[in-house]
């Protein structure tokens, strides 16, 4: 008689498991480092199906911070503040997204346009640079050259070029740019560009839809190409998770340069 081997349920199950994920990324949320900003932090995040692929980056923005930014003050000296931000990292799981850091920045009495634009909110900069890059874009010439065709959505008209930060490409069709029946910005997303470069995608979002928005969810605006190769994120959602809210680039999707 053949004598069989029975192993206990536990070791099974373990080596099992062990199989079925061999070789396969850790599914999850991972955090990257929190930097404080005011009275309370700031950090990224991204989520990661079964297999590894990305599915969600994220900035997130805790209660201490909404309740302790400054606001009004009459300092904006009207432009955008270089005086209250943080740049924040990926966590190293963030492999294929296109983005290199975030550079979150406040704005207490907000920038131009005036009576648009000028209520406190934040410009969330999710750049594909590195921070060392951005901060050298200083030349006015490049501030100003403007991407080919195709690398901007349509409807998208180039403004406010920014040391440090890159020129501004707002989408005219946004309601609080309707000539004819203005809405109040609440939230609006924007394109960046430096040296002819799509340098960054900004949600700009006001403190206090940031305080009363539970769950929010809009459409980014595609453009036709990219010039680098990566996950490129189709929406955005705003939404509060325990004590603090996420500014959350989803829907992504790998595009080749062309």
């Known amino acids: 008689m053949k004598k069989f081997l029975i192993l206990p349920l536990a070791i099974i199950l373990f080596t099992a498991s062990c199989t079925k994920d061999k070789g396969k990324n850790e599914a999850g949320i991972f955090k990257g480092p929190e930097v404080q900003m005011h009275h309370g932090k700031a950090w990224t995040w991204v989520?990661?199906?079964s297999d590894g692929k990305l599915e969600r980056i994220a900035v997130s923005i805790d209660n201490d911070v909404l309740n302790s930014v400054p606001t009004g003050g009459g300092n904006n000296n009207g432009g955008h503040s270089h005086d209250d931000n943080a740049?924040?990292?990926?966590?190293?799981?963030?492999?294929?997204i296109v983005f290199k850091h975030v550079w979150l920045n406040w704005n207490p009495e907000g920038h131009p346009p005036v009576n648009i634009y000028t209520k406190p909110h934040f410009d969330i900069h999710y750049y594909t640079s590195t921070s060392a890059e951005r901060n050298t874009y200083v030349d006015p010439?490049?501030?100003n050259a403007d991407p080919a065709e195709g690398y901007l959505p349509p409807m998208h008209v180039g403004?406010?070029?920014v040391p440090t930060m890159g020129k501004h490409w707002v989408d005219v069709t946004s309601p609080e740019l309707n000539p004819n029946n203005p809405q109040p910005f609440t939230q609006t997303f924007i394109y960046g560009s430096y040296d002819s470069k799509v340098v960054f995608y900004e949600p700009m979002i006001t403190l206090d839809f940031l305080k009363t928005t539970a769950n929010f969810e809009r459409l980014i605006p595609?453009?036709?190409k990219v010039q680098q190769s990566g996950y490129y994120p189709t929406k955005m959602r705003v939404q509060k998770q325990g004590n603090a809210v996420s500014i959350i680039l989803e829907g992504l999707v790998y595009r080749t340069a062309s």
């Open 87 to 96: 740049a924040l990292l990926f966590h190293e799981k963030a492999n294929g």
């Open 47 to 49: 989520q990661l199906s």
């Open 159 to 161: 403004a406010d070029p």
């Open 222 to 224: 595609q453009p036709a």
């Open 141 to 143: 010439a490049k501030l």
